[in-house]
């Protein structure tokens, strides 16, 4: 028995071994197909983020042609400010200049005062004395001379009122230089209050951002040690497929062990009929040979009968040698009788031991075509479980592959997606405090605009009440003083102008940048939560697939075990059915060596073995066909794999 079972159990690993030999070298070639098209995704990716980058540096090239140009304004009007400097320091310059001419034309007034003094003095002397002609044309070039006087007076006075226009427009000027101070202090107050909340905000959408980066870290590692349960159920999951394709080899070892077995009983059921069939024929034959002796022996009673009844009538002495004949007669008979008897009880046992043969024969084949029906159910079931748990190994193994690739890609993807969130992160609070200095540079340059001003309105003051105290004593002077003042105020405004259009711009730039960034920050932060959300609950769902396809694998593997347990029950039986058919094939060549008087017909011995030939052929073609059908589920396998494979890189 114990032989058996092992011979059994060696068989099955054989076979077995081959099995997962092939079902492991198409497994490698599908993880190897597997792998070359995550080597094709990988390059895919990779040239996105290829691409991806070159967006991300033309976006700071963009940002550093912007920050150039913002530099540029910075410098123009820098130079702005210093021409503005320049023309207020050549206005002061022309101010002491016309100071100095007014001063000037004081003296000469004065002369000229003098002057007209002693020419009236010297008119009236002349009146007095009646002047020649001299004196007449020394009063017609001074009349002249005070006609002059008086047009220059006159253009004084026009320059004058120029100089009281150009006050008034300085005036206004000053104005709107005030209104726009308090404008730029009002919007450098707002500008101040919002900096300050968007400081705030980006400090807490920082704290929020890293609140988020720890528990994406919490999840990541919590998924790393779901990945090492799932390697120890992978690796378990292993150890019981290999323990399974063990089982499954020591079934098919069975499997044919019982084969032989079945042939074994086939022959001898065919030997055992033959015998049956002899022992019949020699069972009748018996049976006539008794019937034939019984009637011989009721024909020697009888005459035994008449000779004695002869013997009692003829009572002659002659008869005694008659008498000797006869006893001798009756003592031979009485011999024949008693070998008759002695062979008809002989032919009584023989007789009562070949029907309980037959009995036993006819027992022993229903017991063997019952067994024979259970084999045949217990091997069809065994197929049945063989290429159901081989379906289910395939699936299995598929789907974990699977799975654990998909854990790695999404692993990767959300360590990149980390790391990006941390280099945008790192990127916005750079661009952020950059903000602030250039928030705070601008904030510090409104100050010293104010201050500025403020000199320029004293400055202005001044100026105003020097210009009404020169505005008595302005006379006549040259038209390209006004043609210049004239530059100089249209010069004046058009930098104005320029420097009101220029910090316009730089604070649409300013809010649009800052915009920009707020909202790309906002929906990148929103769009990598929404994913990584996503990301999580389609993890959470393959872990459970894979922990419930794990637990029907656990749940199926004690019917395999109870399979091959059957399988071994089976295989024990069958050892003990050919067991006991060896030992009646004993008993019946005791039997034929015993009865070899009767000359019973012995089976051909060239039967079983035609039968067992025939036998192996049709289990033959049997294993053929299965391993065809074998190979072409294998292909079905291969395809749908492929087909789901191609199904999930299309929808990713």
């Known amino acids: 028995m114990r032989r058996m079972e092992a011979l059994f159990q060696g068989l099955q690993d054989k076979k077995m071994g081959s099995l997962f030999g092939s079902c ?35 976006r700071d090239q963009e940002l550093s042609s912007a920050t150039t140009r913002e530099e540029r304004l910075n410098q123009e009007i820098r130079s702005l400010r210093n021409q503005l400097a320049e023309q207020e320091e050549n206005n002061r310059s022309k101010t002491t200049e016309y100071e100095s001419q007014l001063a000037r034309f004081r003296e000469e007034l004065n002369k000229l005062k003098k002057a007209y003094e002693k020419v009236q003095r010297r008119h009236q002397r002349l009146e007095m004395k009646s002047s020649s002609e001299e004196d007449r044309s020394e009063l017609s070039r001074l009349t002249r001379r005070l006609e002059e006087f008086r047009q220059r007076s006159l253009d004084w006075e026009k320059q004058r009122l ?14 709107t230089l005030a209104e726009q101070t308090e404008k730029y202090q009002e919007e450098s107050q707002t500008r101040k209050h919002m900096l300050e909340q968007r400081s ?24 790393e040690e779901e990945l090492e349960s799932v390697k120890l159920q992978l690796e378990s999951a292993n150890a019981q497929r290999e323990r399974d394709g063990r089982e499954l080899e020591q079934a098919r070892q069975t499997i044919k062990v019982l084969q032989e077995e ?63 004949v006869l006893h001798s007669q009756l003592s031979i008979s009485h011999l024949n009788e ?18 309980q043969q037959s009995q036993q024969f006819s027992q022993e084949m229903k017991v063997m075509a019952e067994s024979r029906h259970l084999l045949d159910e217990e091997h069809k079931k065994c197929w049945t479980e063989i290429k159901k748990l081989k379906s289910e190994l395939t699936q299995a193994e598929l789907s974990y592959s699977s799975v654990l ?65 020169l505005s008595e004593m302005l006379g006549k002077q040259e038209p390209d003083v006004q043609l210049a003042l004239d530059n100089l105020e249209c ?48 993890l959470n769902e393959r872990l459970n697939d894979v922990s419930q396809r794990y637990e029907e694998l656990q749940q199926t593997a004690p019917s395999k075990q109870e399979a091959a347990g059957v399988l071994q029950d089976l295989s024990r039986t069958s050892s003990l059915e050919s067991v006991s058919s060896e030992l009646c ?24 073995n035609t039968i067992a030939s025939r036998f192996l052929q049709e289990e033959e073609l049997r294993s053929q066909d299965l391993i065809q059908r074998l190979d072409s589920h294998i292909e079905e396998l291969k395809q749908e794999s492929q087909q789901t494979v191609q199904r999930i890189i299309n929808l990713r």
């Open 24 to 58: 492991e070298a198409e497994l490698q070639e599908l993880m190897r197909q597997i792998d070359i098209m995550l080597e094709h995704k990988k390059s895919e990716w990779e040239a996105h983020t290829e691409t991806l980058n070159t967006l991300l540096q033309l």
């Open 162 to 175: 120029l100089y009281q226009q150009q006050v008034a427009a300085l005036e206004a000027q000053r104005r």
């Open 200 to 223: 705030s905000a980006g400090r807490s959408e920082f704290q929020h951002l890293s609140g988020q980066l720890v528990r994406a870290n919490d999840s990541l590692y919590a998924k």
């Open 262 to 324: 079945k042939a074994e009983l086939r022959a001898t059921i065919q030997a055992h009929t033959d015998f049956l069939e002899g022992s019949k024929a020699q069972k009748e034959e018996l049976h006539r040979e008794v019937l034939r002796v019984s009637d011989v022996l009721r024909d020697k009673e009888h005459n035994i009968r008449s000779l004695e009844e002869r013997l009692k009538r003829t009572k002659l002495s002659d008869g005694h040698s008659e008498m000797e």
């Open 338 to 355: 008693q070998r008759l008897q002695e062979k008809v009880t002989q032919l009584e046992d023989h007789v009562r031991s070949v029907t």
């Open 405 to 469: 690739d998909g854990m790695r890609k999404e692993i990767s993807q959300l360590t990149q997606e980390l790391h990006q969130k941390d280099i945008g992160i790192a990127s916005s609070s750079c661009n952020a405090k950059d903000w602030e200095r250039k928030v705070q540079a601008e904030r510090e340059r409104a100050d010293r605009e104010a201050a500025e001003h403020k000199t320029s309105l004293a400055t202005l003051e001044t100026l105003r009440e020097e210009n009404r105290q």
């Open 491 to 538: 010069e004046n405004q058009r930098l104005q102008k320029e420097l009101s259009q220029a910090r316009r711009n730089l604070e649409l730039v300013l809010h649009t940048r800052q915009s920009d960034i707020q909202s790309a920050v906002e929906g990148r932060t929103q769009e990598l939560l929404a994913r990584h959300e996503e990301e999580l609950k389609a």
């Open 585 to 608: 094939k004993v008993d019946d060549g005791n039997a034929e060596d015993s009865h070899q008087e009767s000359q019973l017909p012995l089976p051909p011995s060239s039967q079983p």
